[in-house]
Structure formats: C-alpha cells, structure tokens
C-alpha cells in the first residue's frame, strides 16, 4: 500500500497571508490527523477528522481549521500567518487500529 | 495538562550496547502507548505500539509497559549507527484519538 501523502513539502508565506495544506491517506483509512512539530513545543495535536467530521480538536486558535472530503483526502488551512506559524506539519492517516502513520510532512516558512 | 516526559538526552551509546530510553506520563486513564523514531528532517516513524503492563519484544526493540508507574520504556538491543535518532514517546489517552507526545529523547550510538 501506499503511505500517507502530503502536499506542497514545502512552503515560504508572508505574514498576514493564508496557507492550504493537503493529506492523502493510506488507501482505506478513514481518520487523518493533523500535528504542527516545532523545536520549542514538539509535536502538538492539531485536530482528526473521520469520516468528513471533526471528532477531535487541539487547543488552537480559530485561524487554524481543516475538513475532510468523501475520499478521505484532508486539507488543513491556516489564515493570517504569524511568524510563529512557522513549522513541521504532519498528518497521521489510522485505520481500524489506533496506531497512526505519519506522512513526510509539510515544512512551512513564514517570513 | 497532559504530560508526557522525557529526557532530552542527546543518550550515548557505544556500537552494541543496550540503549534504554524512558518516558513518563501524566494521564492514568491512557490507554494506548507508542514509541516512533525520527530522524534529523524527517517524519516520525512507528518502532512499536503496547497496551498491556509487561513487556513487548520486536526484533531489537522491546518495549515495557507498567501502567501503575505510569512509565513506559524502550529498549534497543545491539545498537546500531543506524538507531540514531529522536525517539518520540507517544500516548492516547481518554480523549478520541489524539495523541499526546514527549519532546523526544536523542540517542546517539557510536562506532
């Protein structure tokens, strides 16, 4: 099978604009996961979503939001960068198990 | 909060040896525990999954479980170059299925 895939692998926005992330998962999950990886706070769940519905949501701010479409494929939005937006995000795709699978990743620059 | 700890290291070990790594978590009700590796600019990727106290052998690795501790622990045997990494203790508590990491522990095994 093949594994998660995440696109664009890499970024560079501005402050102030908006940014789009893309998650396929491995073929028959059902549940992606988003997680933001930073040096200072490590990995933080950002929010999972099953079956075109949020069922789980971190502790962040509103200008990060995400959906989910009929085929699994999940995209995750954040508006009005901040620097501090900077990061490694991650999306975990699981199956009937709870063991999650991380995709490679998409690294974003905001300058 | 939900913590999940972990010493930073970097962890040193000669070529061979047995390298342990330890995690402590927060949350008595969590259910599920993972260890990932995660090498300098890539994903994390799963080393192994526990759910019951004791111990779970895969190969090099062995994973321990002891639940009234609230200790969760990783052991590579024979240690190889190749196991330097970042190694990401994970758990999943009572709240859907978002996982709650440790800021990752740095092995270092040298030759």
New interface residues.
């Given amino acids: 099978k093949a594994g998660v895939t995440q696109t664009p692998r890499y970024l560079i926005k501005t402050r102030g604009q908006q940014v789009t992330l893309s998650c396929s998962p491995i073929s028959g999950h059902r549940?992606v996961?988003w997680?933001q990886q930073t040096p200072g706070q490590?990995?933080?769940?950002l929010f999972?979503y099953f079956s075109e519905t949020q069922?789980?949501k971190?502790n962040f701010p509103g200008r990060f939001s995400g959906r989910q479409f009929s085929n699994s494929r999940s995209e995750m939005n954040v508006s009005t960068l901040e620097l501090g937006d900077s990061a490694?995000y991650?999306c975990?795709s699981?199956g009937e198990t709870?063991?999650?699978?991380?995709?490679?990743?998409t690294r974003l620059t905001v300058l | 909060q939900k913590e999940v700890e972990q010493n930073s290291g970097p962890l040193s070990v000669p070529e061979g040896a047995i390298a342990s790594l330890n995690c402590t978590y927060s949350d008595r009700v969590s259910q599920?525990f993972?260890w990932?590796r995660q090498y300098s600019g890539?994903?994390?990727?799963?080393i192994m999954?526990i759910y019951s106290n004791g111990d779970k052998e895969d190969g090099r690795f062995t994973a321990q479980l002891n639940k009234a501790s609230q200790y969760v622990s990783l052991l590579i045997r024979d240690s190889q170059p190749s196991d330097s990494a970042t190694y990401?203790c994970?758990v999943?508590g009572n709240?859907?299925?978002?996982?709650?990491?440790?800021?990752?522990t740095s092995l270092l095994v040298t030759p």
């Fill in positions: 549940s996961s997680y490590g990995l933080q769940f999972e069922r789980n971190g490694l991650l975990a699981m709870d063991t999650q699978y991380f995709g490679p990743g | 599920s993972f990932y890539k994903s994390p990727e799963l999954s990401l994970a999943n709240s859907g299925y978002a996982l709650n990491f440790g800021k990752g």
